[in-house]
């Protein structure tokens, strides 16, 4: 009985340890939790003052130069769901991959394999009324493909990601080059439900009254210019350049400008490692009044395998200058 005694005492003074050992740590955890609410308060008193702060620049902003439109988010990678069934992204969604069959072959009509999206417009670059849209990407893969195939297009839409996803094929208005030496313009067929009533993407309109109004104006000219069709369609043209995207090879840098004329028509320039390979003016655009911001969008095809998009990068400043000499 004795040492029953004696083991019982044993553990319940190591009981008895453990349990002071809990409060311990409970009174650690209570200091803990009070020292992160009040760095959780810290962090939204700050938030709330950058959310001030950045309010009135885009204030600013909007006053001092029209056309100004605050809130966008310009791209940063590959849109996740607007893109060909073919085509796989990468877990950051920075690289497109191309698998399809048909646009290996350099056959990108009547299909959407290797079609890759912006998730989100391009900066303008210029003043209102006369900017340019840009953005870079990376040659990431290269892959053998028959003669004649061709390589990469690369180009700009109308239409965002979401409007593209939307559209139960995948279509949208668009200009873009390459393949083996070819220009391509591209017209989505509007669906039933569409109406002027809902302003496109394309104008990020603000709340402003102001803003609003100019949108609805601008649509109706983007209505003149290219008025809605029952069927999609494609045009390719030969490029008056010698430039085949087929040439491309691993790590080059292709840059992409876009740049709608006042009186119509647009100029797509094409550089490649900062040498400018191409150009080409696309009569059936619409004028710059009809177009707001643009979305990066590519068909990988023929040689061109994968692509990583280049967020946050400025056009070289003789390819700026070349496309405002250029333009009429």
Known sequence: VADDLRLLMEEHQRLANRTLGVVEENEEMRVLIGQVREDNEHLRHDNFQVSTRVLSLEGSASERWVGFAPGILYFRNWHRTAKGEDVQLSSDLSIAVGRGFLAATGVVIGNDEGLAIGDGPCRHFGTPGCFSS?????????????????????????????????????????????????????????????????????????????????????????????????????????????????????????????????????????SVNGAIVATHHFAEAPCAEAVGFLTPVIRLAGTGKAAKLMPGLAPPSKMLADSLGGSR
């Open 134 to 270: 840009y953005y870079e990407l990376e040659v990431d893969e290269i892959t053998a493909a028959p003669a004649g195939s061709g390589g990469l297009y690369v180009g700009m839409s109308l239409q965002s990601g979401e409007e593209i996803t939307k559209h139960p094929r995948r279509e949208f208005d668009g200009w873009l080059v390459g393949g083996n030496r070819k220009a391509m313009t591209v017209r989505a067929s509007c669906g039933p439900d569409t109406t002027d009533e809902k302003l496109p993407d394309t104008f990020a309109p603000s709340a402003d009254e102001r803003d609003l109004r100019d949108a609805r104006r601008a649509l109706k000219l983007l209505r003149t210019a290219l008025p809605p069709l029952a069927k999609g369609k494609a045009e390719e043209v030969e490029l008056r350049d010698s430039w085949s995207s087929e040439g491309l090879r691993m790590g080059d840098r292709v840059g992409v400008l876009f740049r709608c004329n006042r009186e119509g028509g647009a100029l797509m320039r094409i």
